[in-house]
């Protein structure tokens, strides 16, 4: 019996053999593709009858509204627009004789520099946290002003705004004056003498006689320039005989000055006596 299956199991091992030495390694390596083949072709099957997703049948949860009380604490606990910064914001404005001419923001870093001048005039760039004078430090720059710390208390100084600006679309008012005076008095009032540029006259430059109250009382200012004379321009030495020509009890002058570095028109009512 033991030879039998001794017999039994060479025969098989020796047809093996001999079948491998014919064919070689191709079927079996056919084999193994064949299972791996069939094994990609369940998992594909799977992929498609089971839902999509590696956790199975996943469904995200509803999107939670919260309520309009919810919200509105939600929104009260924080600032989007930093309007809470503004308060922090000096609101003295300093006695210090200091002069803003510039201010240079970098909101990228939260750093700027201002161009201060003190009393003597100098102008100088200093940069946030330097000192300006003993015990006045830049501390922050705004987009009009800048704040110093002035031995710890935090002070605004602004640009120039002594200036009012001038408003828009609305005309001088005509200064009007009405004197009553006597043909005597008239050449008391005030001296007329020609303003020449370039040898051209261009304007009457007044100056007040006397006390000068009947001059101020005429609209006048000491070093008006007149240029026009009842919408006449003034542009030779003829326009002042002209001018003193009207010059009577009774008259009724409508002219324009140069006040500085604005034209003022003025009307003067010469009263009978």
Do not use: C
């Not at 009260?76 to 803003?100: K, M, Y």
């Amino acid at each position: 019996m033991r030879g039998f299956v001794g017999n039994s199991l060479s025969d098989r091992f020796g047809t093996v053999a001999r079948w491998y030495s014919r064919t070689g390694l191709y079927p079996i390596i056919l084999v193994i593709l064949a299972v791996l083949l069939l094994v990609q072709a369940v998992r594909l099957i799977w992929l498609v009858v089971t839902p999509l997703g590696p956790v199975g049948d996943y469904r995200a949860d509803q999107v939670r509204i919260l309520s309009p009380q919810s919200r509105l604490t939600l929104f009260s606990s924080f600032d989007p627009f930093f309007r809470d910064g503004a308060t922090q914001s000096a609101n003295v404005v300093t006695s210090l004789q200091l002069t803003l001419f510039g201010i240079r923001m970098n909101e990228a870093s939260g750093r700027g520099s201002a161009i201060l001048a003190g009393p003597d005039g100098v102008q100088t760039n200093y940069v946030i946290g330097e000192e300006i004078m003993s015990g006045v430090t830049l501390d922050s720059v705004e987009f009009d002003h800048v704040i110093i710390n002035r031995g710890g208390v935090r002070e605004s100084l602004y640009l120039d705004q002594s200036i009012p600006a001038q408003t828009v679309g609305t005309e001088e008012p005509v200064a009007s004056a009405s004197l009553s005076l006597g043909a005597n008095e008239i050449p008391g009032v005030a001296s007329l003498a020609p303003r020449n540029d370039q040898g051209r006259v261009t304007g009457i430059l007044l100056s007040p006689l006397g006390d000068g109250s009947l001059f101020k009382s005429a609209g006048f200012r000491n070093g008006d320039i007149i240029v026009s004379i009842n919408g006449n321009p003034v542009g030779s030495a003829s326009d002042i005989e002209a001018l003193t020509s009207q010059i009577r009890p009774g008259a009724r002058l409508s002219v324009e000055v140069e006040r500085g570095a604005d034209t003022v028109p003025v009307a003067v009512n010469l009263g009978a006596p």
